[in-house]
């Protein structure tokens, strides 16, 4: 999902590893979110998982073993807050722009069609997977389609 090509060519977000990991954890974090709302543990397994590729990914592309746990350790303080920040509404999704501009800095107010069509993505994701069985909400997460 975070190599979808609505991120690239109409938000022209820039092309790098740390921008995938980023569009990754505010995906994963809404999934998050909607099973916490729907009352339903999740999987450590999965958790585990995600950061287990991105230790791998940050391994291939040639990171060492202490640069590798520095990187580890600021990503999951970085996923954190993007899953405590993520979400601003009470009773419904509402996208917190001001953690999309932290992240996304170059998201800058002058073009708020991009911050707009940004956080109606992710709005659309919310919506997407919320209305999938919690138990297949993963793997058809996948099929989303803006």
Not at 111 to 137: A, L, R, V
Not at 142 to 146: A, H, P, R, W, Y
């Given at each position: ?53 991105i ?39 509402e ?46 997460a ?5």
């Open positions: 999902m975070s190599r979808n090509i609505f991120f690239y060519k109409k938000l022209q977000l820039k092309d790098s590893f740390e921008t995938r990991i980023y569009l990754m954890f505010f995906h994963y974090s809404i999934i998050l979110l909607i099973l916490k709302k729907k009352s339903v543990k999740y999987d450590q397994k999965s958790y585990d998982d995600l950061f287990d590729s230790e791998n990914n940050l391994r291939e592309l040639g990171f060492g073993d202490v640069s590798v746990n520095k990187k580890m350790k600021d990503l999951n303080k970085i996923f954190y807050d993007v899953l405590l920040k993520l979400n601003i509404g009470k009773d419904n999704f996208i917190n722009e001001k953690l999309i501009l932290k992240y996304f800095d170059y998201l800058d107010f002058k073009n708020t069609e991009k911050i707009k069509d940004f956080s109606e993505y992710f709005t659309n994701f919310y919506e997407f997977c919320f209305d999938k069985p919690s138990d297949i909400m993963i793997e058809e996948i099929n989303f389609k803006n």
